[in-house]
């Protein structure tokens, strides 16, 4: 039962479960045009859901998960916005857009100098997770509560794996910041319960760090 458990162990290092990361030194930042911001508080956000939840149901969403190194450990690459918090890349889904199309869609517009163009080098990987939001005004969870019935919000993360160079583009209302996994693995008051909750999410994998 040993040897079998150590090669299954074996297997999951050396197959699938193996996720190349490459230096954060590989890669080039610059800045464009600001997004504007929808919401001035957060009584306009919750106002500008129901809006939508009316107009077209369930809200989608699709998030990036971006692993680069730095100083031989796994950093998230995560967008601040307004200084004030932190997002993964990505956004809403448009009505009947599938979800890899507008993962690319909403990297392209947040990361790359062609906003308007869909740039098909975003190389989309597994689904790890789905969090979803029961109601307008409370958190999101990681599963979907068993007596809800009509949640209002479906966020799901998408990993993507980055070539070993590549130019991110940024709006100039946010930073796009590299944060290491043991920084950020359980701490919910700063950066949410979707982020902290990322490192658990990639507890599967194995890390392989390819230097330049």
Known sequence: MEDGTVSSLNNNINGSYVLDIYPLSGYHFGSKEAIPNKDETLADRIQRLKTNYATNGLRTCVEAVILVELFKHPHLLVLQVRNSFYKLPGGRLRPAESDIDGLKGKLSSKLSVNEDVLDNDWKIGECLGMWWRPDFET???????????????????????????????????????????????????????IISGVPLLLSKFSFNIIEG
């Open 139 to 193: 958190i999101l969870f990681p599963y979907l509560p068993p007596n809800t019935r009509r949640p209002k919000e479906c966020t799901k993360l998408f990993l993507v794996k980055l070539p070993a160079n590549r130019k991110f583009i940024v709006p100039r209302n946010m930073k796009l910041l590299a944060i290491p996994l043991c920084e950020i693995h359980g701490n919910h008051k700063t950066y949410g319960s």
